[in-house]
């Protein structure tokens, strides 16, 4: 089973700024199978990136994916108010899928 | 509008079964994969395991593997999870989602999930 592990755990941020989210995999994951989610309290996750950088529909492009292999990033190029939220990772390239515990990105 | 309705919440007591479901509407529901996560509370989000309406081929997580059991019904378009016996350590929201194409897909579609409480 590939264990994703996502840092930091709690990211502190004014709206405006960057926000680089971190995803890393036990082991390579495969063909880029990996995938963002944002979820906002009492809601389920949404989809924002697929293939560890096509953004999904309707998604904003200030959200980018990068990465491969082990080592993946969701970058927000500009914190808007909407944005703070859980982020979690996903592979979906092995079997079985699995997430990663998560980032909280916070008013600062 | 493609979209996901989940069953509504349950309070349940340790011991006891249970099924909920989820009924897909707006696509060909025997042509995509749906999966259940769960989400205990304050926690992250755990992929269970995921069915093939079509054929119901059924793939599980080792660490739900005999806890759950997961089916479908295509001839209403519903998807189930249930439990035999349940624990206290059920207690969550419990999601379906479907992958955007096939098994190797992320989730783009969620339910609204389904909270299970399991208490005395």
Same mark, same amino acid.
């Given at each position: 089973e590939i264990v994703l592990t996502q840092s930091p755990g709690t990211l502190s941020l004014s709206?405006?700024? %960057?926000?680089?989210?971190?995803? %890393?995999?036990?082991?390579?994951?495969?063909?880029?199978?990996?995938a963002w989610y944002q979820q906002k309290p009492g809601q389920a996750p949404r989809l924002l990136i697929y293939g560890a950088s096509s953004r999904a529909t309707g998604i904003?492009? %200030?959200?980018?994916?990068?990465?491969?292999?082990?080592?993946?990033?969701?970058?927000?190029? %500009?914190?808007?108010?909407?944005?703070?939220?859980?982020?979690?990772?996903?592979?979906?390239?092995?079997?079985?899928?699995?997430?990663?515990q998560g980032t909280k990105v916070e008013i600062k | 509008e493609v979209q996901l #309705?989940?069953?509504?919440?349950? #309070? @349940? @007591?340790?011991?006891? /079964?249970? @099924?909920?479901?989820?009924?897909? /509407?707006? !696509?060909s529901f025997t042509s995509y994969w749906i999966g259940w996560v769960r989400q205990m509370p304050g926690k992250g989000l755990e992929w269970m395991g995921i069915i093939y309406p079509g054929? /119901? +081929?059924?793939?599980?997580?080792?660490?739900?593997?005999?806890?759950?059991?997961? /089916?479908? +019904? @295509?001839?209403?378009?519903?998807? !189930?999870?249930? $439990?035999s016996s349940l624990k206290a350590s059920d207690t969550?929201?419990? !999601?379906?989602?479907?992958?955007?194409?096939? =098994?190797?897909?992320? =989730? +783009?579609? $969620?339910g609204q999930g389904t909270m299970v409480t399991v208490s005395s």
């Open positions: 709206p405006g700024e %960057r926000a680089t989210l971190s995803c %890393r995999a036990s082991q390579s994951v495969s063909s880029s199978y990996l904003p492009d %200030r959200f980018s994916g990068s990465g491969s292999g082990t080592d993946f990033t969701l970058t927000i190029s %500009r914190l808007e108010p909407e944005d703070f939220a859980v982020y979690y990772c996903q592979q979906y390239g092995s079997s079985p899928n699995t997430f990663g | #309705v989940q069953s509504g919440a349950e #309070v @349940k @007591k340790p011991g006891e /079964s249970l @099924k909920i479901s989820c009924k897909g /509407s707006g !696509y054929d /119901s +081929d059924t793939r599980y997580s080792p660490s739900f593997q005999g806890q759950v059991t997961i /089916s479908a +019904d @295509k001839s209403i378009s519903t998807a !189930y999870l249930q $439990w969550a929201m419990y !999601y379906c989602a479907r992958p955007t194409v096939d =098994f190797h897909s992320a =989730f +783009d579609i $969620w």
